[in-house]
């Protein structure tokens, strides 16, 4: 049997979300709109949060900008309470906090009630306000299965790993992640005085500049090469990162950059991985749990001040308004670490480096 919604909202009655209801620019009317939306019953393993805080991600941008789905709620990353759970959860109860960053099938959660399957949401970190907290579940999903997933690497690993956009949301989780996790030397990529201090004080071992001749600018740090490469800038990119990885080494993407030549490859025997996050609860894969597992593992590294949060700008309420201010910041594509837009009273913007 369901447990009752928070007292202020009821099954079958409506709380406030935001929905976008057409795609193009996020100054267009319509990109982001408050409504109310009904409240459904919670089933099976789905938990119901109330949603405290949100972050903006680049897959908000290309979900709003694309718009497929009228009247669509998007939002992939959350922290939040839980109000109500289904009747075949045994990971979470009301009252529990919690984060995590949903399921790209389903409703998103710009929505200040949502239904998320608890088998991909983990234990909030103790330490960090909803705010702090919103800012990592995908980006921390997306480093760690990109790490440990599909690299492989783990404690006793040693080499180096080379982090194309590092500065950015994922990048500056992976590098912490990296470096707490492994052996790993970390060299960085950043091109401004801001995004190097950034991802140094990150604990990337080493910074160079990706414009110009990224290969010659790697190889002036690590002139035997590097063994690992995680890129969310591949494109033009990709000449010079055949060329400074060893034979033998490793890739793993997350952008969706068209007509790559991945034959370039052959040569040296690389191997090329895509990460996306979401594919487990998409899939619906028999490991979706794995996702609740490595949030609770990197909240104990929160909570232990190992790894810390990569919120860097800070909107408050949690509405319409001020989720178009967070998506034009993303959308100039040279934000620092993450945007979060939240209903905490406190909310402030935290230091950038």
């Known amino acids: 049997m369901n447990t009752p919604a928070p007292s202020r909202f009821s099954i079958g009655s409506a709380a406030p979300a935001v929905v976008t209801r057409g795609g193009g620019s ?39 900008a694309g718009g497929e789905i009228a009247d669509r709620v998007i939002g992939w990353d959350a922290s939040g309470v839980v109000a109500a759970v289904g009747p075949e959860v045994t990971l979470f109860q009301p009252g529990d906090e919690v984060w995590y960053a949903g399921d790209i099938t389903r409703p998103g959660t710009y929505s200040r009630l949502h239904h998320v399957d608890e088998r991909i949401v983990g234990r909030k970190p103790s330490s960090l306000t909803h705010a702090e907290a919103a800012a990592m579940p995908l980006t921390t999903i997306t480093a760690y299965e990109a790490l440990f997933h599909k690299l492989k690497l783990s404690k006793d690993s040693s080499g180096t790993l080379l982090v194309l956009g590092a500065a950015g949301g994922v990048g500056s989780v992976l590098i912490q992640l990296a470096k707490k996790l492994t052996g790993v030397r970390v060299i960085a990529t950043a091109s401004r005085d801001e995004t190097s201090a950034w991802v140094t004080g990150l604990g990337a071992d080493a910074v160079v500049d990706h414009r110009g001749d990224l290969a010659a600018n790697v190889a002036a740090v690590a002139p035997e090469g590097v063994d690992w490469v995680f890129t969310s800038q591949t494109g033009t990119n990709l000449p010079a990162i055949v060329e400074l990885i060893k ?14 030549d991945l034959l370039s490859l052959k040569g040296k025997a690389l191997s090329w991985h895509w990460e996306l996050m979401f594919t487990r609860s998409a899939q619906h894969t028999a490991d979706m749990v794995l996702q609740h597992e490595l949030l609770n593992e990197v909240a104990d590294l929160v909570d232990a001040g190992e790894i810390r949060t990569t919120l860097t700008r800070t909107f408050s309420p949690l509405n319409a308004e001020q989720l178009r201010a967070a998506h034009a910041l993303v959308e100039t594509g040279s934000a620092i670490g993450k945007t979060v837009v939240t209903s905490e009273v406190t909310a402030e913007v935290a230091p950038a480096n």
């Not at 972050?55 to 979900?63: A, C, E, L, M, R």
């Not at 034979?247 to 790559?260: H, K, N, T």
Request: charged share 25%.
């Open 26 to 64: 996020i100054e267009a009317e319509g990109s982001l709109v408050d409504t109310e939306l009904t409240i459904d019953a919670t089933a099976g393993h789905d938990i119901l949060v109330e949603v405290v805080a949100v972050s903006v991600n680049p897959v908000d941008v290309k979900v709003r």
């Open 247 to 260: 034979p033998f080494g490793e890739i793993v993407a997350i952008d969706d950059e068209a007509g790559l």
